[in-house]
């Protein structure tokens, strides 16, 4: 079955530290990839994405995502949180034929 | 470039009342979206439309709610009659069909009491 996996439901990060979010897909091609950040009362805004060409992709506010054919991933990352990072965040596939697949979010919570 | 315009932001009806949300996508995009989200079952896709057409409705919960796309500028997600499971957030998005990336709209807060 085709789906789109965020296992961590809720990460804590220390600001200043490294943030890694993980996406695993299972369909049977590459499919276009996107990240996207939904803030507390507001609509989900896209991050980055990915077609093709270079692995790692560079979004907005300092995000980047790698993709890895082998993991079946596209693994999201920011060296240096900032508190302002605090949101959910959906991992997302595209198919052909305006097939859109969402994950279930993770949502992360930055400390002072 | 305005995105995705959604209205209302925030409605509050009573049980058994009509919601009408609207939504207009942005200019040129080909295929228009509606979702949900809550808690519970995270964002689910109610409807599409392609060129102003239901593609897939496949989510829509019931007959009680409804979809329309009259032109490529404007559609509309009526609920007759509400109940309070209903409520939720309403997102609308467009996608102009180019490499398949949606942009959503902010959101409509709908609370049926």
């Known amino acids: 079955a085709q789906s789109v996996t965020q296992p961590d439901i809720h990460i804590t990060v220390s600001e200043g530290a490294s943030l890694e979010l993980r996406c695993n897909y299972s369909y049977g091609a590459t499919p276009y990839l996107f990240w996207y950040v939904q803030s507390p009362g507001q609509g989900l805004q896209l991050l980055l994405k990915y077609f093709s060409g270079d692995t790692l992709v560079q979004g907005i506010k300092g995000f980047e995502a790698e993709f890895k054919r082998s993991q079946s991933s596209f693994n999201l990352r920011k060296p240096s949180v900032h508190w302002s990072d605090a949101a959910e965040y959906f991992c997302a596939v595209g198919l052909t034929g305006n097939q859109f697949y969402f994950g279930t979010g993770t949502s992360l919570t930055v400390i002072p | 470039d305005a995105g995705v315009i959604q209205s209302p932001r925030h409605e509050v009806t009573e049980m058994g009342q009509e919601v009408t949300l609207r939504c207009k996508p942005i200019s040129g995009h080909n295929s228009l979206f509606w979702y949900r989200q809550t808690m519970m079952r995270g964002l689910e896709l109610l409807i599409y439309?392609?060129?102003?057409?239901?593609?897939?409705d496949s989510g829509m919960p019931e007959d009680r709610f409804s979809a329309k796309m009259p032109n490529a500028s404007f559609s509309t997600l009526k609920i007759q009659p509400s109940e309070p499971r209903d409520s939720a957030v309403y997102f609308c998005a467009s996608d102009s069909g180019f490499r398949n990336t949606i942009y959503f709209g902010e959101g409509s807060w709908l609370t049926v009491v």
């Open positions: 439309f392609n060129n102003n057409v239901p593609i897939d």
